[in-house]
């Protein structure tokens, strides 16, 4: 919206600075940073009032959460009315790219806050069932990746690109639709299953929105793809400015998540912003940079795969608990050393992510 009063400018004044991706991109960070700080506590203060039990705690889970009976949740809310409303705020709202990320992730967030709800009001773990909450999503999914293939220049048009390797495209014809859905379904339910520990799931978020973030400006800029040898895509620049909005409600967000935690994220949260990625990751052509990226919600995602299809077919099971990050507390690993320590994961997948750009 702010990006408008650029046309005020002469050149070289205040108002061009308005112009500049980088520029309302730093800005977008520091009001969703400060719109966290400012409206955290009063939100925690509500839901805690509003939902009196708070989050139910899993009976068949690690011992050490029952610790944690009476935590409120959906504190989704604050970074995702952060994210939204300082997109609104400092993004070019005439960018298809831009409505098609913040429409994924306000969809993903109804269908969680749904979730959320029904979980809280009856007091149980099971929330809207899993079949409506995945035919949902995919509808969502099959809407955003339909707006993608149609916005993307036609030499990209449901193509797969190949990370490494120069110039190489996969056209996947009608089946990228399908494609694009798994990919922003599966990224959003594997962030979603990651969100188990205090600020286990927002800080690695934050560091794969943040790598995507520059991969989106980097495509969307021709004299970068130029030099590295990746594919241009038009406009996606712009969601520099959503991501930085992202990471600042995110840090908003962790001030009050870090252990112990005084709200959790919920499905709300957790479902959003799992599929902003995947959404991120179709617009700018980087589908499969996204499970580098995102490599830790992939082997999460997996763990819970592995541990329910064994378990069936050998009534055994791989770990002692999924997702893994339970199998870990299982082992004796504290709740702390598990979360820095998949930080750091997440942080060098990021590094190895960002490397395909020059790879080539």
Not at 20 to 30: D, E, K, Q, S, V
Not at 187 to 210: F, K, R
Not at 320 to 347: C, D, N, T, Y
């Amino acid at each position: 919206m702010l990006y408008w009063l650029s046309y005020l400018s002469e050149g070289g004044d205040f108002f061009n600075l308005f112009r500049y991706i980088t520029f309302r991109a730093g800005a977008a960070f520091f009001t969703a940073l400060i719109f966290g700080f400012i409206f955290g506590r009063p939100l925690i203060n509500y839901l805690r009032r509003v939902q009196k039990k708070g989050q139910p705690i899993r009976d068949d889970g690690p011992e050490s959460h029952l610790s944690k009976a009476g935590t409120p949740t959906m504190g989704g809310l604050l970074i995702l009315s952060a994210l939204l409303i300082t997109t609104l705020l400092w993004a070019r709202l005439d960018n298809g790219y831009v409505w098609i990320v913040m429409l994924v992730t306000a969809g993903f967030a109804g269908i969680g806050f749904a979730d959320d709800y029904a979980k809280v009001s009856k007091h149980n773990t099971k929330g809207v069932s899993s079949r409506i909450r995945m035919g949902l999503g995919l509808l969502i999914a099959a809407l955003a990746a339909i707006a993608a293939s149609w916005l993307h220049p036609d030499e990209l048009s449901n193509q797969l690109a190949l990370p490494i390797f120069k110039d190489v495209l996969v056209n996947l014809s009608f089946m990228f639709i399908p494609f694009a859905m798994i990919v922003i379904v599966g990224s959003a339910n594997a962030v979603n299953l990651t969100d188990g520990l205090d600020g286990l799931a927002i800080m690695p978020v934050m560091i794969a929105a943040g790598t995507l973030g520059v991969i989106a400006y980097t495509v969307g800029r021709v004299d970068f793809t130029e030099y590295l040898g990746v594919h241009h895509v038009p406009g996606t620049g712009e969601i520099l400015v959503f991501v930085a909005a992202l990471i600042g409600g995110g840090l908003g967000f962790l001030w009050y998540n870090a252990p112990p935690a005084a709200v959790f994220m919920g499905d709300t949260g957790s479902l959003a912003l799992g599929g902003a990625l995947g959404a991120i990751a179709v617009v700018t052509k980087h589908e499969i940079v996204l499970a580098i990226v995102g490599g830790l919600f992939v082997v999460e995602a997996l763990s819970v795969i592995i541990q329910v299809l064994y378990f069936k077919k050998t009534g055994k099971r791989v770990f002692l608990m999924a997702p893994i990050h339970h199998h870990f507390e299982k082992k004796g690993w504290g709740e702390a050393q598990i979360v820095i320590r998949f930080w750091i994961i997440s942080l060098i997948l990021a590094l190895i992510g960002l490397a395909t750009l020059k790879l080539r």
